[in-house]
């Protein structure tokens, strides 16, 4: 099997179909905001919401959920929005975007070892107590999928409520809070922090020159930072994490295939 993996569209559709085109992967994965950008525009707006309404539904493709996304599926919660919203952007791509296809929205997805998100987890939303303290925070790769599969549950029962969970928290970073951002909020530059044996896939964070690595090998209690790449060699008591996402969107992409990940750089910007 080869997968894709594509990282913040922000209504650039068309590249990634370019990307998508010249993979020919088995399954392409998404890893979420598909919506809002600078020059934003009405045509702009219905043509994205057309091809997300259309792509979602393709049995080949993943699409998981991004900050730009969620203020738009949950459009009466107010507190789900960010900057980029607006409300003819939100009556636009909900007259086409129905109740069905935003469902159909994932907040995870586990490829082999891999956990990809659209901002990734942090270790605060694990174990808080620990986490403050700088100790670190014990757990594996299967209990770590079960809480994002209950988390995937709760959250959309409390939005759908008015309500918060921590999926949805913005960081200190983005908005002045006094915790680290949630699933689809956490920020790659100045919060992310590898967590042993936990090994994730993010966008959410732009980088216009750079493809950003952090992680820390076997053995090892001191993260490394880099931007020239990394060789992950994956166990439980390492942590690989990269973030793909770009300043033009989808400068790069990612392949995965034979359990081995190669990022890529989309050149015809």
């Not at 209990?143 to 913005?170: D, M, P, Y």
């Not at 690595?213 to 994490?241: C, H, R």
């Amino acid at each position: 099997m080869k997968y894709l993996i594509i990282p913040d569209i922000h209504n650039h559709y068309d590249r990634a179909e370019k990307i998508i085109k010249s993979v020919n992967a088995d399954q392409i994965i998404f890893l979420g905001d598909y919506f809002d950008d600078f020059d934003d525009n009405r045509n702009a707006i219905t043509e994205v919401a057309k091809w997300f309404s259309w792509s979602i539904h393709e049995k080949n493709r993943i699409h998981l959920c991004g900050n730009h996304d969620i203020h738009y599926w949950f459009k009466d919660n107010k507190d789900q929005r960010c900057g980029g919203w607006e409300q003819y952007k939100s009556t636009i791509i909900n007259d086409i975007v129905k109740p069905e296809d935003w469902n159909k929205l994932k907040f995870f997805h586990v490829l082999d070892d891999w956990i990809l998100s659209h901002a990734g987890v942090h270790s605060y939303w694990l174990d808080p107590v620990k986490s403050h303290k700088s100790l670190p925070v014990e757990i594996t790769k299967d209990q770590l999928i079960k809480k994002l599969e209950r988390g995937s549950e709760e959250c959309v029962k409390l939005i759908n409520q008015n309500r918060h969970h921590w999926f949805t928290i913005a960081g200190f970073s983005r908005s002045g809070s006094p915790f680290v951002g949630g699933l689809l909020w956490l920020d790659f530059n100045e919060e992310f922090c590898p967590i042993q044996g936990i090994h994730q896939i993010v966008g959410h964070t732009p980088d216009r020159y750079n493809v950003k690595w952090k992680f820390f090998k076997e053995n090892d209690t001191i993260m490394s930072e880099s931007t020239s790449g990394a060789e992950p060699v994956l166990s439980d008591k390492s942590s690989y994490n990269v973030c793909i996402d770009s300043y033009p969107a989808l400068k790069w992409y990612a392949i995965y295939e034979d359990k081995k990940l190669i990022i890529k750089e989309f050149k015809n910007l």
